[in-house]
């Protein structure tokens, strides 16, 4: 089992930049998929972007991809979302999460059994 615990959000304006961390203790993220999701007031929580524990395989939405950079380092079992180009409808709370699988990636929720706590990021006009 893995512990998750995401920092870094806060407000900004548009167009700015954040970049999230999602630190984890338990276990190495060596041979762990990992993702990033968000969820605005009265909205689904939805997929941002995902990273294969091993092989380096990440994937977007398409609302994240161009603007965002989902990253790790395992040796300080660390998943990192750059985002650039903010714009008011990236404000959410932002939650890492964590799944055993060295060469998977997961884009729904269901693919996942581990959570952080989230992050709120605010983007201002």
């Known amino acids: 089992q893995v512990q998750l615990v995401e920092s870094g959000g806060g407000l900004v304006q548009a167009g700015g930049s954040l970049r999230l961390s999602c630190a984890a203790s338990?276990?190495?993220?060596?041979?762990?998929?990992t993702g990033w999701f968000r969820q605005a007031p009265g909205k689904e929580r939805e997929f941002v972007a995902t990273?294969?524990?091993?092989?380096?395989?990440?994937y977007y939405a398409d609302s994240a991809r161009g603007r965002f950079t989902i990253s790790r380092d395992n040796a300080k079992s660390t998943v990192y979302l750059q985002m650039n180009s903010l714009r008011p409808d990236d404000t959410a709370v932002y939650y890492c999460?964590?799944?055993?699988?060295?060469?998977?990636?997961?884009?729904?929720?269901?693919?996942?059994?581990?959570w952080g706590q989230g992050t709120q990021v605010t983007v201002s006009s």
């Open positions: 999460a964590a799944r055993w699988s060295p060469t998977g990636t997961y884009i729904y929720t269901g693919g996942y059994n581990e």
């Open positions: 338990g276990r190495t993220l060596s041979n762990y998929a």
């Open positions: 990273e294969s524990g091993t092989a380096g395989r990440t």
